[in-house]
């Protein structure tokens, strides 16, 4: 009982802090006094809750009730990491048997390909140079993989299912049933393509990382009762340990924002102009360099292609990448979002583009000669901070094993200590209040922070 009340009384405390918060308040106001970013708030919400109503209807023909803790599919789950991380992703379906199982993980691992084959197959590059068009064709052939990619994990995921609880398929499985029971998996992560797509058209933007967000953060609420509950049945000062996890969160919470939130500012200036009797230009601006411009795609990046050795168990390969503790596992994650962190922003930032635009509209780098040496001097500034940011990020993706092989944490709280959940969870967040904050000021409205800490803010 005394768990369950201190439950109760964190989220009491947490709800206080945000009723009694004036400048909150206030800004939920301004969002409901401007129509359009209100329909667009109330239209996400909406898309949002038929994402996590899909995550608990089960596949006709799965009895869900097999599926239940105690069950060897639930002890699957919460043994091996790479399942439990894919259920949390998830919000759950995976381990319910949902339509919704397979959730996103497939598109992204299909995104990854398709971005490896821009790099080195021609077709796919000048697709890449075309523009909007290119982009819909390189879209098109995303959608066609992720097919392929679920035709495969859809059986093994039956599969796997049987393996563990043959007595939850109610009429067997044959070959007819994996056929349509695949089917509905594919069908289901087309669904969740398609409502993030429909959540960045219309809704506050960033749909399929908003839904991959809610997914985990769904599962926050069992995860910390599950914490307290091991606390509160070991020996005695579990309330102090309780108290240190949360600190340790937070401060891992507020580094990671810093992280996220950190920039390089490059100076330009730009040359006077004078068309007719006004005068423009002649003023300094600032390119902000990122130190985390990849933001979360790193590591799910590095996540998804650790899922690979999973595809041959039974063996000591297998094996040695299960276990999410080990030390290869995570060896190899930190090595993968290092370098996934490194690819990704070569892709999203090109010096040689961002010099010629300065080129054209009459800036440059005081100090540095326009062109080459531009680009030059663009590309080192990149390659510096990228290392720390690169660094940084993987030990961030490593942190839910330290937590739970040297604090004891369990393994479902584990995920929102630190890593994927977390780092996903700060950049989504802070990337949505960027969306409202641009409403907000485009409408002469205050921001969400006095500060102004939010990157993007002007």
Do not use: C
Not at 104 to 118: D, E, K, R
Not at 124 to 132: A, I, P, R, W, Y
Not at 356 to 378: A, E, L, S
Request: proline share 3%; net charge positive.
């Amino acid at each position: 009982m005394n768990q369950y009340l201190v439950v109760g009384v964190v989220f009491l405390v947490v709800i206080a802090l945000l009723a009694t918060n004036k400048k909150l308040v206030e800004t939920l106001k301004n969002i409901y006094k401007i129509e359009e970013l209100r329909k667009r708030v109330i239209y996400t919400i909406g898309l949002l809750l038929v994402y996590r109503l899909g995550s608990f209807v089960v596949i006709p023909g799965i009895n869900p009730n097999a599926l239940g803790e105690g069950s060897a599919y639930a002890s699957q789950l919460e043994g091996n990491g790479l399942l439990g991380l894919l259920n949390v992703f998830s919000g759950g379906a995976f381990g319910n048997a949902a339509i919704l199982a397979l959730g996103v993980m497939p598109y992204i691992t299909a995104s990854i390909i398709i971005q490896l084959m821009g790099m080195m197959i021609p077709y796919f590059q000048k697709m890449q140079k075309e523009g909007e068009s290119g982009r819909r064709k390189m879209n098109q052939w995303t959608r066609f993989l992720t097919i392929g990619v679920l035709i495969l994990q859809g059986p093994a995921y039956i599969a796997n299912l049987y393996h563990q609880v043959p007595t939850a398929f109610v009429y067997g499985n044959s070959f007819g049933f994996v056929a349509y029971a695949t089917t509905i998996l594919i069908a289901g992560t087309m669904f969740i393509m398609w409502l993030g797509e429909k959540i960045t058209d219309k809704g506050i933007g960033n749909g399929i990382s908003l839904i991959i967000m809610i997914g985990i953060v769904a599962r926050l609420p069992h995860a910390l009762l599950a914490e307290v509950n091991a606390r509160f049945q070991t020996a005695s000062g579990s309330a102090i340990m309780l108290i240190l996890e949360l600190v340790l969160l937070f401060l891992v919470f507020m580094a990671t924002i810093a992280l996220v939130q950190a920039v390089r500012k490059v100076p330009v200036q730009y040359a006077k102009r004078i068309v007719g009797n006004k005068q423009y230009g002649g003023v300094r601006q600032y390119i902000p360099l990122k130190m985390n411009a990849a933001n979360v795609m790193p590591i799910i990046f590095a996540q998804a292609l650790m899922f690979i050795p999973a595809l041959f168990s039974g063996t000591a390969f297998a094996a040695a990448f299960s276990l999410m503790t080990g030390f290869w596992y995570n060896f190899t994650l930190a090595v993968l979002v290092i370098a996934f962190t490194y690819f990704y922003t070569a892709i999203i930032i090109n010096p040689q583009m961002m010099a010629d635009d300065m080129k054209r509209n009459g800036g440059f780098i005081p100090g540095v000669k326009p062109g080459k040496q531009t680009v030059n001097y663009i590309d080192t500034i990149m390659t510096r901070i990228t290392l720390p940011g690169s660094f940084f990020l993987a030990i961030v993706a490593i942190l839910p094993a330290l937590a739970m092989k040297f604090l004891g944490i369990q393994q479902a709280f584990a995920y929102f200590y630190g890593g994927t959940s977390l780092l996903i969870m700060v950049g989504v967040v802070l990337d949505t209040l960027k969306q409202i904050e641009s409403y907000l000021l485009m409408r002469h409205y205050d921001g969400l922070m006095k500060t102004g800490r939010i990157q993007g803010r002007h």
